[in-house]
């Protein structure tokens, strides 16, 4: 079984590096354009891991957090932010929403599979 | 793989310099609601995390600064006043320039980049700043090594005494999961403390009761192991210890910590009651429960990735929504431009059948006809569909445009605004492209030398910001773009004599208004006092027009004094395929554009009246439209005199002059395909273009404007100055 992830951010580029690094890792790639579209989609995709940006269009990152750990969904899955900024503000604002962990862009490869295998156990 | 995302990433900017261009508009006219603000702000933040992908530090680095002014704008703490929108309009300017730069290559001005900084620094706050460049958490800079050769390294043990909070719990954080990253880096034993559990009845849901003493024997660095912890720091009670290094271990801790403003994690974690996961809300919990395992986790090399065979299915659904915009496909310009390629060589075959069944020795043909009528009726569809392939709208075109407008004004310390209208109009790319620098040009001028300063237009009465207008429209088979100031209008007085000065005219010569206005696009002038740096660059308004000639187009200028300037450009609608009338030409089969041809006629002694000693004249209707032979003007002929003038094109110049164009006589009506002499032969004076007729045969297309400003201008004008600027240009 492929560790499925679920990768919602606005920018195609973003989506598509995402795409390349998560796919060669062996790991099997669900993306959505913005955030609501992204909880939209968790239910069908059922993703074993959670990335998300923070600024987009229609619900943004945290919104994202809350409604996927909220009552509706309930989803106990590891949620990992992208930001770019690394401000402790906006970690703990994540946290305190359920994310699990960050990713700062510019991510390399490494250090994404490194997280998520920090957070899924997966070796891909 | 990273080439075709880069790609990516610069049509993505595209895009949104476009929608930031757009955003900013509408703030400007007044339009700040927070989704209006947000949207600018998104598209700069994801310009920004593209670049940084590719590690385009200069473009990074300023879309920060850009991003950081607007995100306070965004929380309300700056206010948008006239001067903070003209530099973000300015910094957007800039940040369109830097994306060029990095996809193109070559330089930013460097100096103009320092101004927008600072400039964009005065309205960041220094507290700001420093926040946002805090490095962050201990270990972010952490990147896990290649599994080094453990026995090179110098290996440590580590104690490591892990407390999960219950706070833990609620992020999704699983303690197996990081002992499995720990084992990674290293041999790991792991034993689990469950000392702290109360009894049964005393435990309550949600409380985190378990420790771990671990010990890892790694060759890693401590950074390392802090780096597995990274995402729980705060969150758990973590102590790094190994041997003689307790005040390290100390110091690591209290910066933990003081990344994230937290006081030492407090000892006293409640402790009551007995026997329950500590993580109730995670299932399948595999870490160890069992008191007292030792686990061994050895690290191991990582198996092949598994190369994804099938295709994952990419939910993307990139433009359901209904209100978003119509679905799109992007395609390689390559591939439609070898379809275009293809209809071409669709409709030069089409001529070929039908040359050949009017050659057939049949009896009745008509059938065939029939058919052969609807193969040429599909090819045109075909031909349609795929230039609507070709057609964007020139709306991204004219948004740039408002930016020149800008920059001239800024220039010029006068004030002018950019109105477009028909920004839907849809023309080729290549013309969208390649029609950048002469509206640029053009707009540089308007702004330069039309618009007038705003005390002198206070002084006329007008308003004292002037107002360009670019047009865009579809007239009859070809574009029309226009640029319209409100400026003073031409000088005419002046044109005339800085022409007469530069010895571009003789001093006694005797123009009209349209001929005077139309100097300007000769090679050499520029009316600029003193070239300034902005529309007199030493080239004048010649650029301009040979710019618009190469696309197959011609521009116009008229202008009313006090009311201001007017420049049309004229485009073919497409540069592929046009209609054209095959005429003959001292034995050559030559194309004539059918858009510059108003009547045909055949003419007769009568209707010819000579004039002077080398000029004709045709009588139509009462009135006299000068004679150019074509043959002659291409020196197919060496006179003109006493040939069979067989038929006359009447045809109409840029600038409303009616011109009848000798040849010897008319074939057909037909299209044909524009193929460019570029790289097979220099530049022909009064030849725009070739193209392969139905017997193969080619034929040259005729660019009638060229053909009669070079033989009319002889009268005017000193003729080799005019024929060898045409052959330089």
């Not at chain 2, 571009?504 to 009316?527: H, K, Q, R, Y």
């Amino acid at each position: 079984m492929k560790t499925k992830v679920l990768a919602i951010d606005d920018s195609r580029t973003i989506r598509n590096l995402l795409a390349a690094c998560l796919e060669e890792a062996g790991f099997e790639y669900h993306s959505a354009v913005d955030g609501r579209e992204g909880v939209d989609l968790y239910p069908d995709v059922a993703p074993d891991v959670v990335i998300t940006d923070i600024n987009m269009p229609n619900l943004d990152g945290f919104g994202v957090i809350e409604e996927l750990r909220g009552d509706g969904i309930n989803s106990k899955v590891p949620i990992l932010v992208l930001t770019t900024e690394s401000s402790a503000d906006l970690k703990a604002r994540a946290r305190s929403a359920g994310a699990t962990g960050w990713i700062t862009k510019p991510f390399d490869d490494d250090s994404l599979i490194f997280a998520l295998k920090r957070v899924t156990g997966a070796v891909a | 793989m990273t080439g075709s995302i880069l790609d990516t990433f610069f049509e993505e900017c595209e895009e949104l310099l476009e929608a930031m261009d757009a955003g900013l508009a509408a703030i400007e006219e007044g339009d700040q609601d927070a989704e209006t603000v947000n949207a600018v702000f998104r598209a700069v933040h994801s310009i920004k995390g593209g670049a940084g992908a590719f590690g385009l530090d200069d473009l990074v680095a300023f879309a920060h600064n850009f991003e950081t002014v607007f995100d306070d704008v965004r929380s309300n703490k700056l206010e948008l006043d006239e001067k903070l929108i003209q530099l973000l309009f300015r910094a957007s300017d800039h940040l369109s320039d830097l994306v060029t730069c990095a996809r193109d290559g070559g330089e930013v001005d460097q100096a103009h980049h320092g101004v927008l900084i600072s400039a964009l620094a005065e309205y960041i706050d220094e507290d700001e700043e420093e926040l946002v460049f805090e490095p962050m958490g201990v270990g972010a800079s952490f990147e896990p090594a290649p599994l080094a050769p453990l026995a090179e390294a110098q290996e440590a043990s580590y104690d490591i005494r892990f407390h999960p909070l219950k706070e833990m719990f609620d992020t999704g954080n699983e303690p197996y999961f990081l002992f499995q990253a720990l084992s990674d880096l290293g041999s790991l034993s792991v034993r689990l403390d469950d000392s702290e559990l109360p009894g049964f009845d005393a435990m309550e849901e949600g409380e985190s009761y378990l420790s771990w003493e671990l010990t890892l024997v790694t060759s890693e660095p401590r950074s390392a192991i802090e780096a597995v912890f990274e995402f729980v720091e705060g969150l758990c009670e973590l102590a790094i210890s190994s041997e003689g290094d307790e005040e390290a271990e100390e110091d690591a801790l209290a910066a933990l910590n003081a990344a994230f403003g937290l006081a030492p994690a407090e000892d006293d974690v409640a402790v009551a009651l007995p026997l329950e996961q500590p993580a109730p809300e995670v299932d399948e919990t595999p870490a160890p429960v069992e008191a007292e395992v030792e686990v061994e986790m050895v690290s191991e090399p990582e198996p092949e990735p598994e190369q994804a065979a099938e295709k994952p299915t990419k939910s993307k659904k990139e433009s359901a929504k209904s209100s978003g915009p119509k679905p799109t496909l992007r395609v390689e310009l390559d591939r439609v431009d070898r379809l275009i390629n293809a209809v071409g060589e669709l409709i030069i075959n089409h001529s070929m059948l039908a040359q050949q069944i009017a050659n057939l020795d049949a009896s009745d043909t008509r059938d065939v006809e029939t058919e052969l009528e609807g193969f040429k009726n599909l090819a045109r569809d075909i031909q349609e569909g795929v230039m609507a392939i070709r057609a964007q709208p020139v709306k991204p075109l004219f948004q740039r445009m408002a930016r020149i407008v800008r920059e001239a004004s800024a220039a010029t310390g006068k004030t002018a605004k950019l109105v477009t209208i028909g920004e839907t109009t849809e023309v080729d790319k290549t013309v969208i492209e390649r029609l950048a620098d002469p509206l640029t040009h053009i707009l540089r001028n308007a702004v330069d030398h039309g618009i007038e300063s705003p005390e002198a237009r206070a002084a006329a009465g007008k308003d004292k910001a002037g107002e360009i207008r670019l047009t865009a429209a579809h007239r009859s088979g070809s574009v029309c773009i226009e640029v319209k100031d409100d400026g003073a209008g031409l000088n005419r007085t002046k044109i005339r004599q800085i022409a007469i000065d530069k010895g571009l005219i003789p001093e006694n010569a005797e123009l009209n208004d349209s001929e005077i206005d139309n100097l300007l696009f000769l090679p050499g002038f520029s009316t600029a006092k003193e070239i300034s740096n902005l529309s007199g660059r030493g080239v004048g308004m010649d650029v301009v027009k040979n710019a618009v000639a190469a696309l197959g187009g011609r521009v116009n200028i008229s202008s009313t004094p006090g009311d201001g300037s007017v420049f049309s450009i004229i485009l073919p609608l497409t540069l592929a395929v046009m209609d054209g009338m095959v005429v003959s030409v001292a034995g050559h089969t030559m194309v004539v554009p059918i858009t510059a041809i108003v009547e045909t006629m055949r003419g007769n002694d009568d209707m010819i009246n000579n004039l002077g000693a080398d000029g004709t004249l045709l009588s139509i209707r009462g009135s006299f439209v000068p004679i150019c032979d074509v043959a002659g003007s291409l020196g197919l002929r060496c006179s003109s005199h006493n040939e069979p003038a067989g038929v006359y094109l009447l045809v109409e110049t840029e600038n409303g002059d009616r011109c009848a164009l000798a040849v010897d006589d008319i074939h057909d009506q037909r299209q044909v395909v524009i193929k460019s002499l570029d790289g097979v032969c220099g530049n022909v004076p009064g030849v725009s273009a070739a193209t392969i007729l139905g017997d193969g045969k080619i034929a040259m297309i005729l660019d009638p404007e060229s053909i009669v400003t070079a033989s009319s201008s002889a009268a005017v004008f000193d003729t080799d100055r005019r024929m060898s600027n045409a052959i330089a240009s």
